[in-house]
C-alpha cells in the first residue's frame, strides 16, 4: 500500500516564525500536492509539485512556499506564521495524471499563536 | 469552485444500504467522477471513480446516470465505521487538473 506520512499530527507556533512542514511518500510517485481544510471550507490546493523542484501554485498560494529537492518528500514553508495560517494541512500524492487516485497523508494540525 | 452539488447531510441505519447522491450538471466528456470519503482527524480516503459506466468495488458501488449529470455512490451494508464526510469530486486527466473538493455529505450512521 501507498503510504504518505507528514512530519507532525499537531504543531503550536508562534506568529512570525518559521515553519517546515514535511511530507514523505514511499511509492516514487511523480506528483505531490499540499492542501488545507478548514471548517465550512472544504479542502483547499495550496501547491503541487510534478517532479523534483518543479512547482506550480495552487488556489491559495500566498503565504505559503514549497520545496521538493527529492521526488518522495514535499515541503511545505510558513516563511512568518500568522494566526490566519491555522489548519489542518493535507499532503497527498499521485502516480500519474490519468485517472490515478491521489494518497493522503493523516495531515498536521497547525496552530499558530 | 467545486462542480459538484451533494446533500450537506445524510443519516443510515447500521446495516442498512447507504445512497448518496451527487449532481454534476456541467461534466464535461473527458472528466471522471471520483468519491472520497474524511473520517474524522484522518486524511481522505479514496473510494471509487468511474466515466460513465457503473463501477464496484470491495468498498462500494458508483451509479452513473446515462446522461452523465449526476451519481449515486452506494454503501450496501453500512457499518458504524463508514461514518464520514464523503465528497464527489469531477476532474479531468489532463496534467496540472488537481482534485477540488467541494463540502461534502457528512453520513451519519447509527445503531
Known amino acids: 500500500d501507498v503510504k504518505v506520512t507528514q512530519s507532525s499530527r499537531y504543531l503550536v507556533k508562534r506568529t512570525g516564525e518559521k515553519v517546515f512542514l514535511e511530507c514523505v511518500q514511499d511509492?516514487?510517485?511523480?506528483?505531490m500536492f499540499w492542501y488545507r481544510q478548514d471548517p465550512g471550507l472544504g479542502l483547499r490546493l495550496i501547491y503541487f509539485?510534478?517532479?523534483?523542484?518543479?512547482?506550480e501554485k495552487g488556489d491559495i498560494p500566498e503565504g505559503y512556499s514549497v520545496s521538493r529537492e527529492k521526488k518522495e518528500r514535499f515541503s511545505l514553508i510558513l516563511e512568518s506564521a500568522s494566526t490566519n495560517q491555522t489548519s489542518m494541512y493535507l499532503c497527498?500524492?499521485?502516480?500519474?495524471?490519468?485517472?490515478?487516485?491521489?494518497?493522503f497523508g493523516p495531515g498536521t494540525r497547525l496552530t499558530v499563536l | 469552485d467545486a462542480k459538484t452539488t451533494q446533500p450537506t447531510s445524510m443519516d443510515c441505519a447500521e446495516g442498512r444500504a447507504a445512497n448518496l447522491p451527487c449532481n454534476h450538471s456541467?461534466?464535461?466528456?473527458?472528466?471522471?467522477v471520483y468519491w472520497y470519503r474524511q473520517i474524522h482527524s484522518q486524511g481522505p480516503q479514496y473510494i471509487i471513480h468511474?466515466?460513465?459506466n457503473n463501477e464496484t468495488n470491495e468498498m462500494a458501488s458508483l451509479i452513473i446516470t446515462e446522461d452523465r449529470k449526476s451519481s449515486t455512490l452506494i454503501l450496501p451494508h453500512a457499518t458504524l465505521r463508514d461514518t464520514a464526510v464523503y465528497y464527489c469530486?469531477?476532474?479531468?486527466?489532463?496534467?496540472?487538473?488537481?482534485?477540488?473538493f467541494g463540502k461534502g455529505t457528512t453520513l451519519s450512521v447509527s445503531s
Open positions: 497527498a500524492s499521485l502516480e500519474g495524471w490519468g485517472t490515478d487516485t491521489q494518497y
Open positions: 511509492m516514487d510517485h511523480e506528483n
Open positions: 509539485s510534478y517532479d523534483v523542484k518543479m512547482k
Open positions: 456541467t461534466i464535461s466528456g473527458n472528466e471522471y
Open positions: 468511474g466515466l460513465k
Open positions: 469530486i469531477v476532474r479531468g486527466n489532463q496534467a496540472g487538473t488537481a482534485l477540488i
